[in-house]
């Protein structure tokens, strides 16, 4: 087992913010400025009908302004400013009703079928901050109070009931926080050390994974792992401390990590949501994953690097 010091990979977050992009959300306000910006030949413009990005080689296509269909180049389409990454160019998403999408079917992708691609390049920010920003416009049609029409303002970050007889409320893109965790026994770094994994019950066999769920009004993070722990697995929670966190807007999360440690041992799932959790050692992580009867979650995922920098080692999972 290398030296867990020498492993650089301890304190994550999702690797987006290293590349995060300069939102300019002062400009958004800013006609002037977003009409200069729009029509300068360096900014390039993700076009997205309704809930899925237009895509080539399963990769988003960014468009120079001048080389946008119709339906995203004209006025019905949905102007949204997704800032600017310094030294390279400003970027938009051009969102379209789906029942207007130009072209064949296949080009048009949801973000799970391109996540794996983008999620440690530049661009995963500006795709992130895309589709989470098209998915709050795809399932936010009327006003949550009056029922009145909404229309965008502030370069699409606000939807305004500003129709005559509407209330006049702003609504503002939601995310909601859950927090996902990884609980251990015993003393760190020992070899009968041990972590927690569970099993959803709609899960093919042999997959296991932290345990997570959302934060509720008026809780804590902390508070939220303790509860969470206890109605999936029966599992209590003691010391609760910070990982890192991952946006997940899949379709409107960020998914918060903490490690934590277990005050009682005896596991009693929930059977609901949860249908079987286990200790797991490191030696029966290792021998599960060779024998193929462990399936633990991939590279990708916040749950992967909780996982991983506990175990101490790359980690070669499996889905
Ligand atoms: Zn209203």
Known sequence: MPD??????????????????????LERTDEDWLERTWADPATRVLVIAGNRLLAADGRPRWLATADLPDAAAGPDALRLLLGEQPGDASYFAAIIDPAGAPGPEEQWQGL????????DTPEAGLVLHAMGMAEWHWSTSFCPRCGGPLSPAQAGHVLACASEGGCGRHQFPRTDPAVIMLITDGEPGAADERCLLGRNRVWPPGRYSTLAGFVEPGETFEDAVRREVWEESGVRVSDVTYFGNQPWPLPASVMIGFTGRAASLEIDVD???????????RDDIRTGLASGELMLPGGVSISHRLIQAWYGEPLDSSW
């Not at 867990?4 to 959300?25: I, K, N, Q, V």
């Not at 059977?271 to 286990?278: H, K, L, P, R, T």
């Open 4 to 25: 867990r010091r020498d492993f650089p990979d301890r304190l994550p977050h999702a690797a987006t913010s290293s590349y995060a992009h300069d939102r300019h959300g």
């Open 112 to 119: 799970r079928d391109v996540l794996g691609e983008v999620v």
């Open 271 to 281: 059977g609901a949501e949860i249908e079987d959790a286990q200790w797991y050692t």
